[in-house]
């Protein structure tokens, strides 16, 4: 069994804020991870959610500033929320930019070079995290979900799209949703995959869910007056995408909202309500 290190811990509407550390071996380099366990988990083991945070975040900025926990306590969820890439890589170049490189992981397996060895944010994500989730925490392996925000809704829709018997429920807040089309994607996917666009399609969600057998119904909430929404988020693609194959879709578009995390905070209790009807019947 693979060691985890706590770092540090919270009592949390009745239940517990962990913050945890391991050595990865997909990633090649310790990564970090937060897990709140509800007060449901002294007596049984519940359900998991995965939330997987945007540009520049930390497994701290959802912990910290969503208020998640209180919803996450009603509901009897486990919520897990990772690091958004690996740190201190020594790879030259990686704090460079703010959109490429630390904190800026993209939930994709690299495979050009120099990325390739440590960057693989989609393994970590839907392998060795989960198996490490439930070697040590009460979790019901049969019942996880996943969500995100931004780059992280973007890492959430597509794996649950690619793995729709490991993610029984899947939303979004403001999520890349055509990263082939837009800038932030492209710049990404060409460093991390390489020049050959076919590759990239394994890493759009409004491409993947064309051929997916996923089921469940997707929500997302987007704010109007969020300053990435024409040029870099692109729902709309999505959700055209989602209605060509007859996708159960909600897409909500929130007035006067933006990309921040008031925004988050303001629809988190939905999102896990969402989550909730699906891995707590």
Not at 2 to 28: P, R, V
Not at 139 to 159: K, P
Not at 165 to 181: D, G, R
Request: with cysteine; glycine share 8%; charged share 20%.
């Amino acid at each position: 069994m693979t060691e985890i290190n706590l770092i540090s811990e919270y009592k949390c509407f009745d239940g517990m804020q962990g913050f945890y550390s391991h050595h990865s071996q997909t990633c090649n380099i310790e990564m970090r991870f937060a897990v709140y366990q509800p007060p449901q988990t002294r007596s049984k083991a519940v359900p998991v959610l995965y939330f997987l945070s945007g540009l520049t975040c930390t497994e701290e900025n959802f912990i910290t500033k969503a208020g998640a926990q209180r919803y996450a306590a009603e509901h009897g969820l486990i919520l897990v929320a990772p690091d958004t890439s690996p740190r201190n890589t020594g790879i030259e170049g990686e704090d460079k930019d703010w959109d490429f490189g630390t904190g800026a992981g993209f939930y994709v397996d690299a495979t050009a070079e120099p990325w390739r060895s440590h960057y693989q944010m989609y393994s970590y994500v839907v392998k060795e995290l989960p198996a490490l989730i439930a070697s040590h925490f009460p979790v019901q392996v049969e019942r996880q979900g996943i969500f995100g925000h931004s780059m992280g809704g973007h890492g959430a829709l597509v794996c649950a799209l690619r793995n729709p018997e490991l993610f029984k429920s899947v939303s979004a807040f403001a999520p890349i949703a055509a990263p082939m089309q837009c800038a932030w994607g492209e710049k990404a996917f060409t460093n991390y995959l390489g020049s050959e666009r076919e590759t990239w399609r394994n890493y759009d969600a409004s491409e993947l869910i064309l051929t997916s057998k996923y089921t469940s119904p997707i929500l997302i909430d987007q704010g109007t007056a969020d300053k990435f929404l024409s040029q870099q988020l692109m729902p709309e693609v999505f959700e055209r995408a989602c209605h060509s194959v007859e996708q159960p879709l909600t897409l909500r578009f929130q007035e006067g909202y933006d990309h921040s995390y008031y925004f988050i905070a303001t629809f988190v209790g939905d999102h896990i309500r969402h989550h909730a009807a699906t891995l707590c019947q």
